[in-house]
């Protein structure tokens, strides 16, 4: 098999490998944008910090949970399922949430991390894909 022929399956492998996560993240925003649209917002308070450790000796991760009333008036617990390394909020701090009307245990805290950052890597891991596997089809075109 010649080399360019080579390099061509693989962008082409590397291609469809990143089309998947760069839809699947387009997906994921647009999702996300029609929850913010129908989403009513009220405010929260952290109650507590959730640690959590990856494997031996990993940092540990902080995951808020929100207490918060929905507009029936019943008082509602957030458990974020995404933690960070870092404590981004304490005990004690107003946080904006948001939750559908129809069903108030579908909440997001509206913060970019909770609401961006898994589209995010999707279309981030995806659209490098998707380049580099065409320049590594161009490459291929002039490898004689």
């Not at 022929?5 to 996300?32: H, K």
């Not at 959590?52 to 207490?67: I, L, N």
Request: with cysteine.
């Amino acid at each position: 098999m010649e080399t360019p022929y080579i390099l061509s399956i693989i962008a082409a492998i590397l291609f469809a490998a990143g089309i998947i996560p760069a839809i699947i993240g387009v997906m994921w925003r647009q999702r996300i944008r029609d929850f913010i649209q129908l989403a009513e917002q009220v405010e929260g308070t952290v109650v507590e910090l959730v640690e959590s450790r990856g494997g031996k000796g990993g940092r540990p991760t902080y995951a808020p949970v929100v207490e918060y009333t929905d507009h029936f008036g019943q008082r509602r617990e957030h458990r974020a399922k995404i933690g960070a390394s870092w404590q981004r909020f304490s005990v004690g701090d107003k946080v904006q949430i948001l939750y559908e009307r129809n069903d108030p245990d579908s909440t997001k805290i509206n913060h970019w991390l909770d609401l961006y950052f898994g589209p995010g890597i999707c279309l981030f891991l995806g659209i490098d894909a998707v380049f580099f596997a065409i320049v590594l089809f161009v490459v291929a075109q002039f490898i004689v």
